[in-house]
């Protein structure tokens, strides 16, 4: 029991209590990640990834259509991959598109970096060796969520290389930080002895991923179908590893990144189009009404009863909003 009489007494036992808890939460989390390792066994991708290579690492990449098709390209959000597309991939490929579904590593089946380049402009820099190698021409760039940040990163470093840019409910996070701010998060997430179990506690626990990806949607009948696919990939070695490794670039207020300033997106080359879940809390629809204003966007479409993954929520309506939002480019064929 932690009680006694007198200050110095009391004092102890508060002490000893007090790291008698701290041991408690150090144990439990140092055995989730004992937990998390010994899931890790599976290595195997599926047959139809592709790894493109870059200078930054391997990406892996599922590609399908028709090899002379205009090229599309689609970047997922934190913790998901290429199989999240799948829907928006077949639909695309049906007509006529030539679809590139990447793997932003840690994510999937991509590369880890070992220097955990995953700041937003590296991961731009993946995209660009990808296009090169697999587009050979400008792409349609859709980006959701944090992998908005990249794709729009991309847009504003490598205009040349994208036809248009597609916004779902990105997450650029806040506009205009103070140069070379770091929040607390991120620089407690650089710790690997404090990242690897809380990531083993959250993101790649197997008990945890319903919950998270239920916070995510407004629909949440729409979780249970998907926890498989984004299970999948989790099962590779070293995953709570990798993941942990990204974290810093999760809470990163400021890396350097045009798409963090306003005066940057204001000057965006490529037309861009937004496609938003009005239920949105995680990226709130104000935020994606202040994207486009600063980027003239030149659509908007908003999308009534769907959180943060509309393309998994509502799958019908979320390709109505993105056959509309590339309709401009169909005649560029």
């Known amino acids: 029991m932690c009680s006694g009489r007198g200050g110095g007494p009391i004092l102890r036992k508060a002490i000893a209590c007090a790291g008698a808890f701290a041991l408690l939460i150090v144990l439990a989390l140092a055995g989730l990640r004992l937990l998390a390792s010994q899931r890790e066994t599976d290595g195997s991708m599926p047959a139809s990834t592709s790894m493109v290579p870059t200078p930054l690492g391997a990406v892996a990449a599922s590609i399908s259509g028709p090899h002379?098709?205009?090229?599309?390209?689609?970047?997922?959000?934190?913790?998901?991959?290429?199989g999240f597309w799948k829907q928006v991939s077949?639909?695309?490929?049906?007509?006529?598109?030539?679809?590139?579904?990447?793997?932003?590593p840690p994510f999937g089946y991509s590369e880890r970096d070992r220097a955990a380049r995953y700041d937003?402009?590296?991961?731009?820099?993946?995209?660009?060796?990808?296009?090169r190698a697999e587009a050979g021409r400008?792409?349609?760039?859709?980006?959701?969520?944090?992998g908005a940040g990249a794709a729009t990163e991309?847009?504003?470093r490598s205009p040349a290389q994208v036809r248009s840019l597609v916004l779902v409910d990105a997450a650029l996070g806040e506009l205009d930080p103070p140069r070379g701010s770091r929040t607390l998060a991120e620089r407690l997430m650089g710790?690997?002895?404090?990242?690897?179990?809380?990531?083993?506690a959250s993101v790649t626990?197997?008990?945890?991923?319903?919950?998270?990806?239920?916070?995510?949607?407004?629909?949440k009948d729409k979780a249970g179908a998907w926890l498989p696919t984004l299970r999948a990939p989790m099962l590779r070695p070293g995953t709570t590893a990798g993941y942990a490794a990204w974290l810093p670039a999760l809470f990163a207020a400021e890396d350097g990144g045009w798409s963090r300033r306003s005066v940057r997106l204001s000057a965006?080359?490529?037309?861009?189009?937004?496609?938003?879940?009005?239920?949105?809390?995680?990226?709130?629809?104000?935020?994606?009404?202040?994207?486009?204003?600063?980027?003239?966007a030149r659509s908007f479409a908003r999308m009534p009863g769907v959180g943060h993954i509309p393309h998994i929520e509502d799958p019908a309506a979320f390709l109505g909003a993105l056959d509309a939002a590339i309709e401009a480019d169909r005649g560029k064929r």
Do not use: C, Y
């Open 138 to 146: 400008p792409a349609i760039i859709v980006g959701h969520s944090f």
């Open 90 to 104: 077949a639909h695309l490929s049906a007509q006529g598109w030539r679809v590139i579904a990447i793997d932003l």
């Open 205 to 219: 626990n197997p008990w945890a991923m319903g919950m998270l990806l239920r916070s995510l949607i407004a629909r």
């Open 191 to 200: 710790v690997p002895l404090i990242a690897e179990p809380v990531t083993a």
């Open 120 to 131: 937003r402009v590296s991961q731009a820099a993946r995209l660009s060796a990808v296009l």
């Open 268 to 296: 965006i080359k490529p037309p861009v189009a937004i496609i938003w879940g009005e239920a949105d809390t995680v990226t709130p629809i104000a935020q994606g009404e202040r994207i486009a204003a600063l980027t003239r």
């Open 68 to 82: 002379d098709g205009p090229p599309i390209m689609l970047v997922h959000g934190t913790a998901a991959w290429s």
């Open 154 to 156: 991309l847009a504003l």
